[in-house]
């Protein structure tokens, strides 16, 4: 935890989990005991010959971490107990030398300390895409499926319950708090199965979920955080013990806000018609993103619709198949403004009513309506550097045609004007722009903007 490269404003690089500032706490010295119930965030820097990003300095040297001590069993030498205090998290270390079921721990019944817990997943990308990693939220809301799961230690396709051997976590009480405890019961075999009955953490059958993935397409379009909002009648729309609070990452984070509480996993009741979920987000960098919308068993009959502040525009999301949107956060402050996206559910056949807003963004308030006409890029992807752009029911005038690379830097800036409602265009875009994933961002005369995801051969 200390070396040359410790600073008074980093810390030590191993440190422990203080409820009572909800932070970390560097320790104090390497003199101190290693055991500790809690168990430890540690920063693994690794070889200090690795020096460079590039070149021969730059290969990774493996690091093994070993320690020694007396095995915890029943009776001699039991396990240690931890309290988790009322309101807050702690963390916990997995005190035996196997992996543990969670769903096999000792724990007073929610709401006094929730069903869900919280591991580090070091393969997300973390702070500025230095894959740092985050948070997974494993929630029984969300039937024990990792958010934002996507990486090989956790998928969201299948539920996980597993604590691995020397692994901590984190849990919280809602509620009046209580002792979380273990026996030989919390263990499981390395070959066995992460659950032992379906049933016992399926969802109800009647649960749908909205599952919402943000894509860093600076990355490719990998998944950097997700939110879910679960709804079944027995949740409520006030926040409890059924929602997963949200622990915030170094790098972008994606949450849902109810109230006071930034939540990453929301659960409420089944969907009515205005219903309205607000996303939240912080940490965004100057360059594309995607939503990835996925809905699962929802109920037919109803259409979403997702809200952008900053742009003034409403556009739909399936309620029965993959929507993907995307989205540019510019040099404009109120571009990455945490609360410049929420969705409202309404009927089929019935449209977005009008819907004050704070002062946020570009506007205080607007109507909330799909775009009048499109603008399509054709051919995309892009060939021999000509852009050639579809105007489909437009107002005619001047529009400002902007390209964004995947850092949010402007790499084309001109002036476009259209003398008809439907019109094809093409722009020769200089040679020097180089192949790769654009955002063309459009102006129309009137403030409306319109984003379109282009591939540049």
Request: no cysteine.
């Amino acid at each position: 935890g200390f070396d040359a490269a410790t600073t008074l404003a980093s810390g030590p690089g191993m440190k422990t989990y203080n409820p009572a500032t909800n932070g970390w706490t560097g320790i104090a010295s390497t003199s101190i005991p290693i055991h500790n119930p809690k168990g430890y965030m540690i920063f693994v820097r690794g070889d200090r010959s690795v020096t460079g990003f590039t070149g021969p300095t730059s290969v990774p040297v493996p690091t093994n971490l070993r320690t020694r001590g007396k095995l915890f069993v029943p009776g001699s030498n039991p396990a240690p107990v931890t309290n988790i205090p009322a309101g807050s998290f702690e963390s916990i270390g997995n005190p035996y030398a196997s992996a543990i079921d969670f769903l096999n721990i000792n724990k007073p019944s929610a709401p006094a300390v929730d069903d869900v817990f919280y591991v580090w997943d070091p393969l997300l990308p973390g702070a500025n895409n230095l894959n740092l990693g985050g948070y997974q939220t494993i929630s029984a809301s969300n039937g024990y499926i990792p958010n934002p799961g996507g990486t090989a230690n956790y998928s969201n396709a299948s539920a996980y319950t597993k604590i691995q051997s020397g692994q901590a976590f984190l849990m919280h009480a809602t509620g009046a708090g209580g002792n979380v405890s273990f026996s030989e019961a919390s263990k499981i075999a390395g070959s066995q199965m992460v659950y032992r009955s379906t049933a016992r953490i399926s969802p109800s059958p009647g649960r749908h979920f909205l599952r919402i993935q943000l894509g860093n397409m600076a990355l490719g379009g990998r998944v950097s955080d997700a939110a879910v909002v679960a709804f079944d009648n027995g949740f409520g729309n006030e926040y409890d013990h059924h929602d997963a609070l949200k622990l915030e990452n170094g790098g972008e984070n994606l949450g849902l806000r109810n109230g006071d509480q930034w939540l990453a996993i929301e659960a409420r009741r089944p969907v009515q018609r205005r219903d309205t979920v607000f996303l939240q987000s912080s940490n965004l960098r100057r360059q594309a993103y995607q939503f990835r919308f996925g809905p699962e068993n929802m109920p037919a009959g109803l259409q979403a619709f997702l809200t952008d502040r900053y742009l003034g525009t409403t556009s739909p999301i399936s309620m029965q198949d993959s929507t993907y949107y995307d989205f540019l956060v510019n040099n404009e402050p109120a571009s990455a403004n945490t609360d410049r996206f929420y969705i409202v559910f309404h009927r089929n056949g019935r449209q977005p009513q009008a819907w004050p807003l704070a002062e946020t963004g570009k506007k205080s308030s607007f109507q909330a309506q799909v775009s009048e006409g499109s603008v399509t890029v054709y051919p995309n992807p892009v060939t021999g550097h000509r852009l050639g752009i579809q105007f489909s029911g437009k107002q005619p005038g001047m529009y400002k045609v902007q390209l964004f690379n995947a850092s949010g830097s402007i790499v084309h800036d001109q002036a476009l004007p259209l003398r008809q409602t439907e019109e094809y265009r093409v722009i020769q875009l200089p040679p020097s722009i180089a192949s790769g994933i654009y955002q063309l961002q459009l102006t129309g005369p009137s403030g409306e903007q319109h984003l379109v995801r282009v591939l540049l051969n």
